[in-house]
Structures are given as C-alpha cells and as structure tokens.
C-alpha cells in the first residue's frame, strides 16, 4: 500500500529515476515521469525501449525521487513490475500522466506501454 504521504509526492510533478538491470547484470537508469495507479506506481515506456526490455527480463526496479518543494528529502522505493497496460489501458494512463507534467495528452507519434510497479520488494 501507498501512503499518503508518498502518494502525493508521486502524484506530483517531480521527476524520478528508474533502475532497472541489464542483461550483462549492470544497472540502468533513467529519468522518468512517474504517478500512481490504485496502489502500484505507474511508469511510461516505449515497448521496445532498453527499459521495457530490462524490466521484461527482470521485473526489479529500484526509484528515486526527491519533493520538488524540498530536494533535501530523498524518496527511495524498490520494487517490482507485476502488469504490464496496453493499448486503450496504456493511453488512459500515459494521458494523465502526460497532463500533470506537460498539462495536455501525450502525442500518439510513437507507441507507449504502461508498467505498474508494486512497491515493497521482498
């Protein structure tokens, strides 16, 4: 489960990172938009993308973010993907992550897939 707390950071407009392992067993990482979606963490990716690969292969991920309105507060998750949206499911949510960041619906130049992340690896 997501607290409060977290899920307004992640609701917000702060950029996080994504680690993800490679295949030769080196990380990965990437800036990305991030939001949640029910209790898991969302994330847009293109389907072929390095990180879809990695996250296809290996669901583990670590992220990192900080508040915009305090960078001195570090936010540390890991976790991992468990669904995998596509198609209509992946646009009703790469839309409004898209619409918190940018304030408009993401452009349908290149295909996008959504990765839910449940938080809490064990």
């Excluded at 990965?28 to 690969?53: N, Y």
């Excluded at 290149?110 to 938080?119: D, G, K, S």
């Amino acid at each position: 489960m997501i607290d409060a707390d977290l899920r307004r950071v992640l609701d917000g407009t702060s950029l996080a990172h994504l680690a993800t392992v490679l295949p030769d067993g080196s990380p990965h990482s990437v800036p990305l938009w991030v939001a949640t979606h029910g209790d898991h963490i969302a994330i847009m990716t293109g389907p072929r993308s390095q990180k879809a690969r990695n996250l296809r292969r290996d669901p583990r991920v670590a992220i990192s973010l900080t508040e915009a309105d305090n960078p001195f507060r570090p936010i540390i998750l890991r976790g991992r993907v468990v669904e995998w949206l596509e198609g209509d499911a992946a646009w009703e949510v790469v839309d409004r992550i898209a619409q918190k960041y940018i304030g408009a619906p993401y452009s349908r130049d290149e295909e996008r897939v959504v990765a839910l992340i449940e938080p809490g690896l064990k």
